[in-house]
């Protein structure tokens, strides 16, 4: 860009100069052809990047994920939160699956509070869906219409997210965040839950067999 445009911009006599001197971008505004830039794009994971790669023992894990029944899933949702980065469990948060039925729309919720001495709970709710393909825009709006004021949302899912889905919640600055299948294998082979291509069996066993299982009348709190 010529420096003298710059000098000859604020100077109205010179401003047939000045715009002859004027880069392309500043010409095609001024006819009205504004190319905005959208900086939320780069935040947009594309399929191959939420996923395991192809063969490799973090998709024998998700493999296996996947073979667990949709209870099943909800229960190692909810055991998974446990070994989230900088969370001690039993201290800093809490978390209960719902009822199967008459659950309000999700799957499980709780609190994680922020350590001593500020220590403020902040409450969440959470979908967990045992999916093969790309969960959609709407799936995840459905969560959305069930935060109350001042509550975040978890979405994990063993698929990925659609550019779409992941646009809306960005743009619209949702508290949401969302865990594809990689996300999960990764938290577990963070949290030592996986050894090689396979989920530790004690640590599974345990994860499933979890009795917390909360009702309406525990749910209700959290929903506005």
């Known amino acids: ?12 006599a010179e401003f047939d100069r000045c715009n002859a001197l004027a880069p392309c971008v500043w010409k095609l ?12 794009t780069s935040r947009i994971r594309s399929q191959t990047d939420q ?14 994920i996947l073979a667990l029944t949709p209870d099943e899933f909800e229960k190692f949702v909810v055991a998974l939160i446990d070994k989230l980065p900088e969370i001690v469990p039993g201290l800093t948060h809490r978390v209960l699956r719902t ?6 729309g999700v799957d499980f919720f709780g609190t994680f509070t922020l350590p001593r001495p500020i220590a403020y709970e902040i409450e969440f709710v959470g979908e967990a869906k045992r999916y093969s393909n790309p ?12 935060l109350g004021r001042g509550q975040y949302g ?11 889905a992941q646009k809306e919640v960005i743009m619209d600055r949702y508290p949401v965040r969302l865990f594809s299948g990689r996300d999960i294998v990764d938290i577990l082979r963070e949290g030592h839950c996986v050894a090689g291509d396979r989920l530790r069996r004690d640590w ?3 994860a ?9 009348t525990g749910l209700v709190p959290f929903i506005a």
């Open 29 to 40: 505004a001024q006819r009205g052809q504004v190319h905005r830039r959208q900086l939320w």
């Open 51 to 64: 996923l395991p790669g192809p063969g490799s023992a973090d998709e024998k894990v998700l493999g296996e």
């Open 204 to 206: 599974k066993e345990a």
């Open 154 to 164: 978890l979405f994990f899912t063993t698929s990925s997210y659609s550019d779409r």
């Open 99 to 104: 009822q199967m039925t008459a659950d309000y």
């Open 135 to 146: 969960v959609s825009p709407d799936k995840v709006s459905r969560l959305v219409a069930r």
């Open 1 to 12: 860009m010529p420096v003298e445009w710059l000098r000859q911009r604020p100077l109205a």
């Open 208 to 216: 499933l067999s979890a009795p917390d299982i909360a009702g309406v």
